[in-house]
């Protein structure tokens, strides 16, 4: 859809969600249990987000930064290679402005017109992804008047939603549920290799 804020994803004629459009195909014969890993916070290091993309198995899904460089670019090479991707949409934490997810950031201080505004800008940075993943967010996600309008939208547009628990009390969940869309939350974070003591990627 074309808008002042770019082109944005939108559910097609035909009813197909962009989630389930630009989805990568699984086994379901398959009946072991599934782990869900999205590896964040790419896009901004070049040599991160390429090392993400030659090394990583394609049943990872990727983090992007929607006001990283070459955003759109590195969303294409991720579907390209064979990856999902989310955007990460960058949401207030508790701290803020010290703590700042950068360029873009929902506010609980701006009007829902202000955050959805910031939002579509969000989302017009690339295409093809299947949904945002929230990044930061201790203050945002705990305000369901603030959620509400933001997850509405995306379910409007037909994009899942990936909490990423920045806050036992996100009401994304709760909300993304009574809209009956897709969504899932990140139960684990994985931070540190036990065998080295290095960050990843």
């Not at 993309?53 to 394609?58: D, E, R, Y």
């Not at 990727?62 to 064979?82: Q, S, T």
């Not at 800008?121 to 945002?132: C, D, E, H, R």
């Amino acid at each position: 859809e074309t808008t002042p804020q770019g082109a944005l994803p939108k559910i097609g004629a035909n009813g197909e969600a962009p989630w389930r459009a630009y989805a990568k195909p699984f086994d379901t014969t398959d009946k072991r249990p599934r782990v869900a890993l999205v590896v964040i916070g790419l896009g901004v290091s070049e040599q991160a987000t390429r090392t993400a993309l030659s090394t990583l198995p394609k049943a990872v899904t990727l983090g992007i930064l929607p006001a990283a460089p070459n955003a759109a670019a590195w969303v294409a090479e991720a579907r390209k290679a064979g990856h999902e991707s989310v955007l990460m949409l960058p949401l207030e934490p508790l701290d803020y402005p010290n703590d700042d997810p950068g360029p873009g950031v929902l506010l609980t201080s701006r009007s829902d017109a202000e955050n959805l505004t910031a939002l579509r800008s969000n989302l017009a940075a690339a295409s093809g992804y299947v949904g945002i993943a929230t990044y930061m967010g201790s203050k945002f996600t705990v305000s369901a008047d603030r959620m509400r309008p933001v997850l509405d939208e995306l379910n409007k547009r037909g994009l899942l939603y990936v909490d990423a628990f920045a806050s036992r009390a996100t009401s994304g969940p709760a909300i993304a549920g009574s809209l009956k869309m897709p969504h899932a939350v990140a139960l684990r974070e994985i931070d540190l290799s036990p065998a080295s003591g290095e960050p990843p990627l």
